[in-house]
């Protein structure tokens, strides 16, 4: 059973000035409920002016946001059922703990007795138990996330809009973070819309990822659709390391269709649509890709030599100079390597048919 969009945004825009260029370009998306949906793009694309036209913080230029069927495009952020966590977390310095996770209940007037239970039980939701007489100075930047989480959520809101929450915290804590929230997100079944330039990040957490690029959603799909079939070549550059391969339709016929490189090289593809003349990318993944010196019946080839080899931990980062021009980047785990008899060895870079995409250039 399919479950019914509690977003929707229809044909959303927003200019900053009258007359000015568009921030948000008329995006259209359904978020559903229960999910953790990711908004990923790099910096000033767009995504947190979304976030913040759901929110209410910022008004629309046109179009319409629907929160659980009801139209909330000009209401006030108070008057909708979502609440925000912020990066910098907003805690109120002077007040405890409890007092920050309680904020919401006491200005809702609710009797002592059900506030001290509501907030004791988010403390263990969030793992704080034993904190709530201490104030935010006092507290690391994964404790002060946390409590900002819990004031956010206290509320019961339909939908929480999370804007880059892990920002601030250093990459081991931050890791950890990603994956207490998903815990909290599956455990409470609220709907998460998550706004991160973190690829990894997104890739981790969220049920769909939308990526948006110059205030429009490029693809939106699961992580694991986002990474292997990406639609266009801003998302395959984006999403992770990718070689891309300039190429050009050269024929089509039934179910295949051959890409002409620079040199002449000829490369056989899946046939999804291409004209013949379209310029196009070949999208490979560097831990998709095997160095040999003589390729498989079954693969697809370029020719190249051993430019450089860069050691990275768990991995080896091999980069070929092709012969058909540009280079090439190979990821290749410990125990899978590939060992040349001399830096200067013309080689084979090979691939499966099914591992690369075709994106349009």
């Not at 000009?74 to 920050?100: C, I």
């Amino acid at each position: 059973m399919t479950k019914k969009a509690i977003v929707k945004l229809v044909n959303t825009v927003k200019c900053y000035e009258k007359g000015g260029n568009a921030v948000v370009k008329g995006i259209s998306l359904d978020i559903k409920k229960g999910e953790f949906l990711t908004i990923l793009g790099p910096s000033g694309c767009g995504k947190t002016t979304t976030l913040r036209m759901i929110a209410g913080f910022e008004q629309l230029t046109s179009g319409d946001i629907y929160i659980d069927d009801e139209n909330v495009s000009h209401k006030a952020p108070y008057e909708r059922s979502v609440n925000t966590v912020f990066q910098n977390y907003a805690l109120f310095p002077h007040m405890n703990v409890f007092d920050n996770v309680a904020f919401g209940l006491t200005m809702k007037k609710i009797s002592r007795t059900e506030i001290k239970e509501r907030v004791m039980e988010m403390l263990k939701v969030v793992r704080l138990e034993g904190y709530e007489n201490r104030m935010p100075s006092q507290l690391s930047g994964g404790q002060k996330q946390r409590v900002a989480i819990a004031r956010a959520i206290i509320n019961n809101p339909k939908v929480l809009l999370l804007d880059e929450p892990l920002g601030a915290l250093d990459l081991k804590l931050r890791k950890q973070m990603q994956l207490e929230l998903k815990h909290l997100q599956k455990k409470l079944g609220i709907t998460f819309i998550y706004v991160t330039h973190d690829q990894e990040e997104a890739l981790t957490m969220s049920d769909r990822i939308a990526v948006m690029n110059e205030g429009k959603i490029e693809q939106i799909a699961s992580p694991e659709e986002i990474y292997e079939k990406p639609k266009t070549k801003f998302v395959a550059d984006f999403i992770g390391e990718t070689n891309l391969i300039e190429a050009m339709v050269s024929s089509i016929g039934e179910k295949n269709a051959l890409l002409e490189l620079e040199a002449g090289t000829k490369i056989k593809v899946d046939n999804s649509g291409l004209n013949i003349g379209e310029k196009v990318c070949i999208a490979v993944r560097p831990e998709r890709l095997k160095i040999k010196y003589s390729p498989d019946k079954d693969d697809e080839w370029l020719s190249g030599k051993l430019k450089e080899r860069i050691y990275v931990g768990s991995a080896l980062k091999t980069v070929i100079e092709l012969n058909s021009g540009g280079e090439v980047v190979i990821n290749e785990v410990a125990g899978d390597r590939f060992d040349f008899n001399r830096c200067n060895d013309q080689v084979f870079v090979t691939w499966k048919p099914d591992s690369a995409v075709v994106v349009r250039a």
